[in-house]
């Protein structure tokens, strides 16, 4: 060790980067000696160490020597998932008693060894990543965690089965919650759904091709819990206060309602695209129609019988041909996402048809099958 190394333990001051070789995982693909020369050169890095097993026991003990002797108070690492590994190895330091908030780590496994052949191009991009985080630690503030008060009650804004299995869930616990839901009822997209997949039933019980809702067991479960108040046809105007203490105004029917609650949850859901957004598909045509509103021609033929029906003439199709992947992938006219359910909902409607017009020739066009 150097007398520079050494001289600074007393004040700690400066950075040290560590290069984990994942025992030959990174270090046979990426050069890690001439990151680490590179990375020397840098005046705040006071030191430069390569271990093969950071996360290791052994490299735990290295870690231990390095912090009690190179003097160092903040720590670049590159090793593997600054979310996995990343919190052992902060963890090891912080337990040495270095703030954990001067602490921060790039994935040159899964992001440079693992994915690029050429050794060149992959050590080019994992020292590109490490100097960013150097960047980024140079610029670091050591914090403090405090500890604040929360008042034991919940708004959770959504009344679909995300706001409700939530609602539920707290109210077990003995807090209070208010579900503020927009509509005139709980349930949300769910109980709008004649049938869902897996099991083909409505979305909220376990009943098939049911006509009336007489029993909703979780909507039950929430309308009969005495730490559940429901704020139906209502919707949040104004939230004052801080963290784990707001005083919220909700606009209801009968006027403004106003209480304090210590957590949020918003649980308002998704909208269905919006099919104007791509004029080739002529969604003005009356003959083409999203599936929410296939849904309900669906329920309404199962009811009146004599099969599905076109809405241009009330004739039966000949033909169904369902365009899926509508606005997804698409960054001009659509999102970047996929909705993840449109896949399954679409053959589970196909089946349907088939079902209401056995003579009907289905066809299902996608760009891939991923829901
Ligand atoms: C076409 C389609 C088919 C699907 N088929 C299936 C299926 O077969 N099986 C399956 O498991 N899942 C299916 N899903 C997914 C399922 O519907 C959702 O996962 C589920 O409804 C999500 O529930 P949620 O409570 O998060 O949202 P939602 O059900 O959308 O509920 C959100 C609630 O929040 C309310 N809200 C919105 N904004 C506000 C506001 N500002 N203030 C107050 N309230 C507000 C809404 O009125 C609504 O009640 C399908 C989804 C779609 C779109
Ligand atoms: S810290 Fe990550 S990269 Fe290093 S040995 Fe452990 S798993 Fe491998
Ligand atoms: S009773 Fe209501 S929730 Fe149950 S299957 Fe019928 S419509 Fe669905
Ligand atoms: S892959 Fe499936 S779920 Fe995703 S957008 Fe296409 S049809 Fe919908």
Redesign the pocket.
């Known amino acids: 060790m150097s007398d520079s190394e050494t001289d600074n333990v007393g004040q700690r001051k400066g950075i040290a980067v560590f290069l984990c070789g994942c025992r030959g995982e990174i270090s046979n693909k990426i050069d890690l000696e001439s990151i680490a020369s590179a990375i020397k050169e840098h005046p705040e890095v006071v030191t430069v160490g390569i271990h093969e097993s950071l996360c290791s026991r052994e490299g735990q003990q290295f870690l231990k020597g390095e912090y009690a002797n190179k003097g160092f108070d903040k720590v670049a690492v590159s090793a593997c998932s600054p979310n996995i590994q990343g919190l052992i190895i902060s963890r090891f330091l912080e337990a040495e008693g270095m703030n954990k908030y001067l602490f921060d780590q790039v994935n040159i496994r899964e992001q440079c060894a693992w994915v690029h052949a050429d050794r060149e191009r992959a050590t080019s991009k994992a020292k590109s990543l490490l100097l960013g985080a150097l960047a980024k630690v140079e610029k670091l503030m050591p914090l403090e965690d405090i500890e604040v008060p929360i008042l034991g009650s919940t708004l959770v ?7 409700m299995a939530a609602a539920l869930d707290i109210a077990s616990s003995g807090f209070k919650v208010y579900i ?4 005139n009822d709980l ?4 109980y709008k ?1 004649s ?3 897996p099991t083909h039933n409505c ?1 909220i019980c376990c009943m098939q091709y049911c006509k009336e809702c007489v029993f909703t067991p979780k909507i039950e479960d929430v309308l009969q819990n005495k730490n559940i108040e429901v704020l139906l046809n ?3 105007e104004d939230m004052t206060g801080g963290f784990g203490n707001r005083h919220v105004k909700v606009k209801t029917l009968e006027g403004c309602k106003e209480f304090d609650v210590g957590t949020i949850i918003v ?4 909208k ?1 695209f919006d099919p104007t957004r791509i004029p080739e598909l002529h969604y003005e045509i009356p003959n083409v129609i999203t ?2 509103e296939l849904e309900q021609l669906i329920v309404k033929q199962r009811e009146l019988g004599g099969g599905l029906k076109r809405p241009s003439d009330g004739k039966n199709p000949k033909t169904v041909n369902f365009v899926q992947c509508v606005g997804s992938r698409d960054k001009v006219k659509g999102n970047l996402h996929c ?1 993840l ?2 896949c ?2 679409a053959i ?1 409607q196909a089946r349907e048809i088939k079902k209401l017009n056995p003579g009907a020739d289905v066809y299902v066009h996608y760009i891939d099958l991923r829901g």
């Open positions: 804004i959504g009344g679909g089965v995300t706001g503020v839901e927009r509509s349930g949300g997209r769910a759904l049938m869902t997949f979305g209502s919707n949040v649980a308002t859901g998704s269905t599936t929410t909705s359910v449109c399954t909902y589970g």
